[in-house]
């Protein structure tokens, strides 16, 4: 398994600011994901944290409100843009690791509870 | 487009009692997964399931894949309170895709 830590745990916010959201992996890992978990509902994908290129980006989420770096291949940052109360959601990282030589396992950081107001 | 439904969403039972909870999913698949969500806390993984008719186990949960059927199960038995929390399911399309979760199912267990 890997170990994912990020930063912040949690924050509240004012409308119209920005948000930086830290990811960092125990090991070096080729997947890393950006999830959106909006209070009381299921994750939905907001990009994918590609080393050394562009992020991919989901279906209704764009770069320029949600910038993404990805410097190597161990740490991410996701940065939630001119932040509104729409925006309040809990932010996850997710990695994907080799476990064993066929099975590759998907995990999950701790999250970052982020609140707009 | 993949579409990954579970039911029941919500699941209110006593301890001691025996359940399954159901995901359906609309394309093929590489692989499936069941994660465990307690209020305010990340997904903790349950279940990675690779293959048809593949069955794993751990305590009082068991989970179960039929590829043919597009289905998973995740049958709880002799369910005590310290289950009670939101299971998902997800699925991934290919190694190194994205996960399509479900809904999410949320149990309570009452004593």
């Known amino acids: 398994s890997a170990v994912i830590s990020q930063k912040p745990s949690r924050d509240i916010c004012q409308r119209g600011t920005s948000l930086t959201i830290q990811c960092q992996v125990d090991s070096q890992v080729t997947m890393m994901f950006w999830y959106r978990q909006q209070p009381g509902q299921s994750l939905t994908l907001i990009a994918t944290?590609?080393?050394?290129?562009?992020?991919?980006?989901e279906s209704g989420f764009v770069i320029d409100k949600f910038p993404i770096s990805r410097p190597n291949l161990t740490f991410s940052t996701l940065t939630v843009s001119n932040m509104s109360p729409e925006d309040s959601s809990i932010y996850l990282c997710?990695?994907?690791?080799?476990?064993?030589?066929?099975?590759?396992?998907?995990?999950f950081g701790p999250g970052t509870r982020l609140t707009v107001t | 487009e993949l579409k990954v439904e579970q039911n029941p969403l919500f699941l209110s039972m006593q301890e001691g009692k025996n359940y399954t909870i159901y995901c359906n999913y609309s394309t093929t698949s590489d692989r499936l997964y069941w994660y465990r969500q307690d209020p305010g806390k990340s997904l903790e993984s349950l279940f990675v399931?690779?293959?048809?008719?593949a069955v794993k186990q751990e305590g009082r949960l068991m989970a179960s894949l039929d590829t043919k059927a597009r289905l998973s199960t995740l049958h709880i038995t002799a369910a005590v309170h310290d289950l009670s929390a939101t299971y998902f399911c997800?699925?991934?399309?290919?190694?190194?895709?994205?996960?399509?979760f479900g809904e999410g199912t949320q149990l309570t267990v009452n004593p």
């Open positions: 997800a699925v991934q399309e290919t190694s190194g895709s994205r996960l399509t």
């Open positions: 997710s990695v994907e690791t080799q476990t064993d030589r066929t099975l590759y396992e998907q995990y």
């Open positions: 399931l690779l293959s048809n008719g």
């Open positions: 944290a590609n080393q050394g290129s562009e992020a991919t980006y």
